[in-house]
């Protein structure tokens, strides 16, 4: 028959498994971790150069910004130029004429 030590004994050794199985859980996932924390330096490293590189040219050939009239030229395509709005709250007639409107303000 199981008396109350028996069952106390087996909560015990269950408890032990369960928190033995965690630990080595954990170190295998801070194994893992520091396996792709290794990977991902070296490979920044190995590729730092090339990506720096890459950034440059686009900060060297970058277009310098443009006037802000309020309306964003890339916002007047695709049929966007109907929900656009001059300064003066007038709307625009046609893609072509919020795109100048965007580019020149006028």
Request: with cysteine; hydrophobic share 45%.
């Amino acid at each position: 028959m199981w008396g109350s030590q028996h069952i106390e004994r087996l909560w015990t050794a269950l408890r032990a498994r369960i928190q033995d199985e965690l630990g080595a859980a954990m170190v295998e996932y801070t194994v893992i971790a520091a396996a792709l924390a290794i990977a991902v330096i070296g490979g920044l490293s190995f590729l730092g150069g090339a990506v720096g590189g890459s950034f440059t040219d686009v900060v060297i050939n970058a277009p310098l910004a443009q006037a802000d009239y309020g309306v964003n030229p890339h916002a007047c395509k695709l049929g966007g130029w109907e929900y656009q709005y001059r300064a003066d709250t007038s709307g625009f007639n046609n893609q072509g004429d919020c795109m100048q409107y965007a580019n020149t303000g006028k």
